[in-house]
Nanobody
Framework: QVQLVESGGGLVQAGGSLRLSCAAS????????MGWFRQAPGKEREFVSA????????YYADSVKGRFTVSRDNAKNSVYLQMNSLKPEDTAVYYC????????????????WGQGTQVTVSS
């Protein structure tokens, strides 16, 4: 099993940046693909980004491509989401998740989830 804990959320003005972190427990972290999802009030949870177990492949939703960067450090059992040029529409609870396929974009395809961290972007 993998337990995930997100951090780094907060309130930021439009155009600003935040870096989210996700710390994982368990010796098998490096074998999992990791994803980031977000969920705004009244909306479904949506895919944001994913990274392969080795970190060699990254995937992004069109809405964040060019602004967000996903990375991981397997030695630290952590995955990160650097968010730049933030927009009010990026406001949501952000979740990290662990799964077996970094190409997966559906929430149901991920096995383990963190509790989420709130990101609020003011205009």
């Amino acid at each position: 099993q993998v337990q995930l804990v997100e951090s780094g959320g907060g309130l930021v003005q439009a155009g600003g940046s935040l870096r989210l972190s996700c710390a994982a427990s368990g010796r098998t972290f490096s074998t999992y693909a990791m994803g980031w999802f977000r969920q705004a009030p009244g909306k479904e949870r949506e895919f944001v980004s994913a990274i392969s177990w080795s970190g060699s492949r990254q995937y992004y939703a069109d809405s964040v491509k060019g602004r967000f960067t996903v990375s991981r450090d397997n030695a630290k059992n952590s995955v990160y989401l650097q968010m730049n040029s933030l927009k009010p529409e990026d406001t949501a609870v952000y979740y990290c998740a662990a799964g077996s396929n970094s190409r997966a974009r559906g929430a149901r395809e991920y096995d383990y989830w963190g509790q989420g961290t709130q990101v609020t972007v003011s205009s």
